[in-house]
């Protein structure tokens, strides 16, 4: 199995930043790879970014010309980032870390964390 543990949501103005982490335990070694979903309110879960294994970063369309979206990692401290810049009020939304792991793909799930974007 694997947990996840987000942090660095909050209230932010537009225009601000932030950077969200997503600490991995478990058996991290079978993750296939990770990614950041956001839920808005009212509507269904959507991708925002994944990183695999070995690296490789995919966007989701929505957010592909921002420039100021940004995923990362840090191997040693197992630890996913999402860093985001120039926020907008359409950023505000519940910011899920997920892994997916294993030969079966399975999918694991952070409990989440709050953005929002507000004057």
């Known amino acids: 199995q694997v947990q996840l543990a987000e942090s660095g949501g909050g209230l932010v103005e537009p225009g601000g930043s932030l950077r969200l982490s997503c600490a991995a335990s478990?058996?991290?070694?079978?993750?296939?790879?990770m990614g950041w979903y956001r839920q808005p309110p009212g509507k269904q879960r959507e991708l925002v970014a994944t990183?695999?294994?070995?690296?490789?970063?995919?966007?989701a369309d929505s957010v592909k010309g921002r420039a100021t979206i940004t995923i990362s990692r840090d191997i040693a401290k197992r630890t996913v980032y999402l860093q985001m810049n120039s926020l907008k009020p359409e950023d505000t939304a519940g910011y899920f870390c997920n892994a997916n792991w294993g030969v079966a793909m399975r999918d694991y799930w952070g409990q989440g964390t709050q953005v929002t974007v507000s004057s």
């Open positions: 478990g058996s991290i070694s079978g993750i296939n790879a």
């Open positions: 990183i695999t294994r070995g690296g490789t970063t995919n966007y």
